[in-house]
C-alpha cells in the first residue's frame, strides 16, 4: 500500500508530454486477437489498467514482448479458447472487451463480470443485446458472462442507452460477422474513433465512427498492423486543470486540441487562459476563477471522467458553481474528501452545489476511485500544507507516472510506502 504525500502552494511551469490514451489502449489491446498475425503498438500508456490487460492476453496464450516503454509487440497466433481468470478480470472494467474478441475468434467466450471503478449501477444488458442480436447465447451464470454462436451474422443494433463499452464491444464483435451491421445511438468518444482506424489498419471496413450511426461490413480476416495510440484526453485535462489550480503557467503537449474542446471551454469561461497549437495546449492560470454551472455527457459533451478534477477547481472559484452529473448515478465520493480539506459542497443524488471557498487546507484523505483520486491531487497542489492521499492504486490504474510528470513541473509530490503494522492498524 503506498501514498501521496503533496506538499502544495507551488505553481506548475514548464511542459509535460501527455502519453497515450487509456481507454483507446485498453479497447486496442484485446483487439489484437481478432488477426493472426503480430501487431505492434506505439504510444501504449503505462498504467496499471493496461499491465492488466496484457496479462490477460499471456495468460490466453499470446506472446505480449515490450519493445520500448510504451511500444509493445503482440503476436496472438498461440491463443486458445479459455476463460478470462476471474482475479484478472475483476480489476477493471475494460475486462468485458475480451468478451466479443473471444466470440468473433472462438464464436465462444467466457469472461467474468468486470470490476473498475465504484461509480453506482454499471449494468451490461446494452453489451448483451448487441451480442444477441448478433446471434449470440448469453448467460451469467456464478459471476461468469458466457457468450456463445454458430455463427456471428450482421444485423441493425439500436442502443437504448448510449454506452462507450457496449458501442466497443459491438464493433469488436461485428467486424467479422457475416454481412452488414448498423450501430444506431452509438456513443463518439474518440477512443472509439481510435479503434475503428486500428481496426481499419487491420483490414476491415467500418465507417462512420465518431458520429451516432457506425456501418461496419463484416470481413473474413483481418491483418497485422502497426499503430499508435492516440494521446489521453483525461489526462491531457487533468494537467490543464492541475496548472489552472495551482496559477501555473505550462505546456501540455502531445495532445490533440480538437478532443480537449468540451474541456476547454468550460476552463474558459471560468476565466482560464488556453492557448491551442497544433499537437500542444499552453494553459496560464489566474489568480481568481469565475463560477458555472457543468452538467457531464456523452462526447462531445463535457466528460464525466473530468468531472472530479473541475470540482476540484470550483471549490475555489468566486460563487456558487452547479454539477450535474448526467452519466453515472454515485459520481461524488470524492465531495467528502475534498470537504476534510475545507471545500464547500453539498451533494443532493446527481447534483452537487460547490461555495467557492478562499483556500483550502491540507489534509490526510483517500482516493475512492481513479479520477476522483486526480481531483485530491489537483486540490493538494493549489493548498497551502500537507495532503496524504491513500488508496492511490485507483490513480495508479488510469494515470502514467503522474507524479513523476508532477515533479518535472516543479510540483512537491511523493510517494510513500505505508508500513506493514500502520497497515494493520487502518
Ligand atoms: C467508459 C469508460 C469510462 C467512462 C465512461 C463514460 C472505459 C474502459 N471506460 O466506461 O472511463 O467514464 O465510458 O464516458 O472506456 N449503461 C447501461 N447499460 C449498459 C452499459 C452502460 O445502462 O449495458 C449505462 C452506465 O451505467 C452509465 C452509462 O450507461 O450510466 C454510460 O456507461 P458507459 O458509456 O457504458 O461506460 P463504460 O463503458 O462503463
Redesign the pocket.
Known sequence: MEKFIINGGRKLRGEVEISGA??AA??IIPAVMLCDEPCVLENVPAIN?VSISLQILRELGADVKFIDRTTISIDPRMIQDMPVPYELARK???SYYFLATLLSRFKHARVPMPG??D???????????CFRELSAKCSIENGIVDARADFLFGTQIYF?????????NAMLAAVKAEGLTILENA?K?P?IVDLANFLNSMGADIMGAGTDVIKIKGVNRLHGAEYAIIPDQ?EAGTFMIAVAATKGDALIKNVIPKHLEPITSKLRKIGVVVMEYDDSVRVIGQETYERINVKTM??PGF???MQPQLAALLVLARGTSIINEG???NRFRYADELRRMGADISVDGKVAVIEGVDHLTGAPVKATD??AGAALIIAGLSTRGTTEIEDIQHIERGYDNLDGKLRAMGADIVKRTVPESIRQAI
Open positions: 487509456k481507454n485498453l479497447a489498467d477493471m472494467r475494460a473498475g471503478c461509480l453506482g449501477d454499471r449494468p451490461m444488458d446494452q453489451h448483451l443485446k437504448d442507452k448510449v454506452s462507450v463499452g457496449a458501442t466497443i456513443a468518444e477512443h483525461i456523452p462526447h466528460p464525466t471522467d452519466i453515472f448515478d481513479l479520477r
